[in-house]
Structure formats: C-alpha cells, structure tokens
C-alpha cells in the first residue's frame, strides 16, 4: 500500500510541473508578442515620419584662386635700438632740458647734475699741479747748482794737481747732485700724479652732465629737478631712448608646432588693438634658436622687421602677425566642408529608399565599404560628392595644402563653378 501512494505522489508532483511550466510558456510568449508588436509600430511610425519628410543637399561652388597657408603668432613691437641711460655720479639733479617724445641728436645734454663739489675739486687738482710744477722747477734748479758746484771742484783740483781740494770735497758734491737729481725725479712723479688727479676731477666734472649717445627720440625720463641720484652697481634708469621709431622690430613667440616652416625672409602682415582693420605689412629676419617654456608651452623668438615711416605704431604695442608660410597661385580650390561629408552622415539612408525590413533589422555590415575606403587612402584619393540627376555620385580627387576653410586640389575630375555636397537638411513635405 506504501508504494501505491508514493507512485500516486510522484505523479502528482510530475503532473503541477508540467502545469507550472505551460504556465511560464505563456508568460514568455506574452511578452515576446508585446515586444514584437511594440518594434512593428515604432517601425511604422518612423517610416510614416520618414514619408513625412525629404532629405536635401547643401553644396558649394569650386573655386579658383590664391591659397595662402599661415602661421599666426602674438609679440611685442620693440624699437630697433632702444638705450637706457644712467648716472656714473651721485648728486642732486640741477636741470632737466629733454621730455617725453623729444627728439634728441648724439652729444646733446639731456640733464646737469649738481657740480658745486666737483667744481672745487677741479680747482683744488689745478692748485696741486701749480704746486707741482713748482717744485719741479726748483728741483731742476737745484740739479743744476750741484752741477756746477760739482764742476768747479773737480776743475779747481785738476789745476792743482790735486793738492787743493780733497776728496772728500769731491765727494760730497757728487751726493748732493744725486741728492738734488732724486728730487727731481720726485718733482716729475709729482706732477704726473698731479695731471692725472686734474683729469680724473674734470672727467667726474664732464659726467655732471647728461649726454645723449644717439640720435633718437625720447621714449621715458625718470627724474625731476631737485632730485638725488644715487650711483651703484645697478643705476637707475634716467632717459629711455629709442635710435629710430621709423624701424621697428615686432618680436613674436612662435609655438614649437609651427617652428619648422617659419624661415628668414618670408613676408608677413599684422594687426594692433589700435587700429583695427588696418594691416601693417612684415618680414621675418631672425628665428632664434634658444626656446622659451611659459605655462607648459615651449615658443621661439621670432623677429620681424617693421617699416614705421608714417609714425603709426609705438613701441610696446601688442600684435597679431600672420606670417605666410605657403601659397599656391591660382589653385582649384574646394571647401572643406565636402571633404568631411558623407552621405552616411546624420542619415543612414541619404539619397536611398529604405523599407521595412531596414527600419526593423539591425544595420548589415559595412566591411565591403571599409575595403574601398582603404583601397582609396592606398592610392592617397580623397573623395566628394557632387549631384547628377539628384543622386549623389563620388568623385575622386588628390589634395594638397589647406588653409582650413579652403582645400587645394592637386589631380581629379573638378572644374571651377562645379557644385559638391557639404552638408545635408530635413526638410518637412
């Protein structure tokens, strides 16, 4: 009897299994039917808005012409000779006889310092040499008194046969010659030493005055009448000077990128905040070698020479120079824009007729695509698009420079006025 039950048991077990399992069927069919009917009208209805609306093409005339490719920098305008004048003396400043904008000629005083002391000083060297030549003078004198002196002696013991004067007299008149010819030679150490006291004195004396070492225009002055100056090892800067503001040099820093093609000789134009629309035109004359790092960014030094005739540009003024490192004259030239288009861009069917199937099923491969675009860039083509009979047809072209609006086309089947594709729209029917 045990077994029959357990037999009845395990059937029942099999058979609420199978009622739970017909059970989740349901379910999963349920869901599955949702799905599918939920994919079919999303389907429908984006092919009803698709239906709704027409794809258009936005394309733009080739061109022909001059394609100039350049490198922009920002710098400086710096004068081609600019010189800081400073005081070797220390004093009270006495006259100031040049202001801002002044134009100056070499040797003109600029300013006069004090000279009271060194005045004094000058007079007081003076009365040294006088002292010197003095004494120089009596020293000569007295060389020749001892001569003399000296002469007679040994003339007076010749005559004598040596009997009349003895030799000690000899003696002693020898030493005081020498005596009296070291005193001259004092006296003209002296008054060599005195001269270069003189001249040192007049030279501080000269200095009280300020010169002007150029022609030049007066660009700062840092001094008023009254003023102390202190002379040291870094002296102040009194007159800021320029030689000739009808030259100038703008000084660009070049970033490391652009370098390379940046080369002495090439012609360039320039902007300033001062003038604006005005283009003042350029030439490089140096690409220095050394770098300069500010922020991270590594730029060269780069200068270009500046014709200032008309007075229009000052020293300090900021610039934005384009220097033309490429040109192509004459060029057929297309926009960039058609060479980033695609008709697969924005639009998965431009320019064809999808269905249903497309709407539903996934995108299909795009491998054979792939292969003739690489077979493309292994021949170094670019392609565009142009429209014939309102179906976009590919055109195959080789490019060269760009200046990044304009591309040069270098080989390929494009004329000038020949429209491509750049861009789609939607439009609503």
Do not use: C
């Not at 003095?134 to 007295?142: C, P, S, Y």
């Amino acid at each position: 009897m045990k077994q029959i039950d357990q037999a009845e048991d395990i059937k029942s077990m099999i058979g609420a299994n199978r009622e739970e399992n017909k059970k989740k069927h349901r379910v999963r069919w349920i869901v599955i039917s949702v799905i599918l009917l939920m994919v079919v009208l999303g389907g429908i209805y984006g092919l009803g808005r698709k239906g709704s609306e027409k794809i258009d093409y936005v394309t733009q005339e080739v061109e022909k012409g001059d394609l100039t490719i350049t490198v922009t920098a920002s710098g400086t305008l710096k004068p081609t000779n600019q010189v800081d004048i400073s005081s070797e003396l220390s004093g009270t400043v006495r006259a100031v006889l040049v202001d801002y904008n002044d134009k100056v000629k070499s040797g003109q005083i600029l300013a006069k310092l004090d000279s009271t002391a060194l005045d004094a000083k000058v007079m007081q060297a003076k009365a040294a040499l006088a002292t010197a030549e003095a004494k120089l003078d009596e020293a000569e004198v007295t060389v020749e008194e001892n001569t003399m002196s000296l002469n007679r002696l040994k003339q007076l013991r010749k005559l004598s046969d040596n009997r009349a004067m003895s030799e000690n007299d000899i003696e002693t008149a020898e030493a005081n010659l020498a005596r009296a010819k070291a005193q001259l030679a004092m006296a003209n150490a002296q008054i060599i030493e005195a001269k270069a006291s003189l001249r040192l004195t007049e030279t501080d004396l000269k200095k009280t005055d300020i010169y002007s070492p150029i022609d030049g225009i007066v660009l700062s002055r840092a001094l008023e009448i009254g003023q102390t100056v202190a002379a040291s090892l870094q002296a102040p800067v009194l007159f800021t000077l320029a030689e000739d503001l009808k030259n100038m040099e703008l000084h660009v820093d070049v970033d490391e990128a652009d370098v390379g093609t940046v080369k002495e000789g090439q012609h360039a134009v320039f902007t300033v905040d001062a003038y604006a629309g005005k283009n003042f035109p350029a030439h490089i004359s140096q690409v220095r070698y050394a770098a300069q790092t500010v922020g991270g960014v590594v730029t060269y030094e780069t200068i270009l020479t500046v014709d200032n005739s008309e007075l229009f540009l000052r020293p300090g003024m900021t610039a934005t120079a384009d220097i033309v490192v490429k040109e192509a004259k004459d060029a057929i030239l297309v926009p960039n824009a058609a060479l980033r288009f695609s008709p697969d861009d924005g639009n998965d069917t431009a320019g064809m007729q999808g269905g249903l199937f497309r709407a539903l099923m996934p995108r299909l491969s795009r491998r054979g695509q792939d292969h003739t675009k690489s077979k493309d860039k292994e021949k170094a083509k670019t392609r565009i698009w142009i429209l014939k009979n309102e179906a976009l047809v590919p055109v195959f072209i080789k490019i060269g420079e760009t200046d990044g609006r304009m591309t040069e086309v270098l080989e390929g089947d494009v004329k000038p006025g020949m429209a491509v594709v750049t861009d789609t729209k939607t439009i609503s029917k």
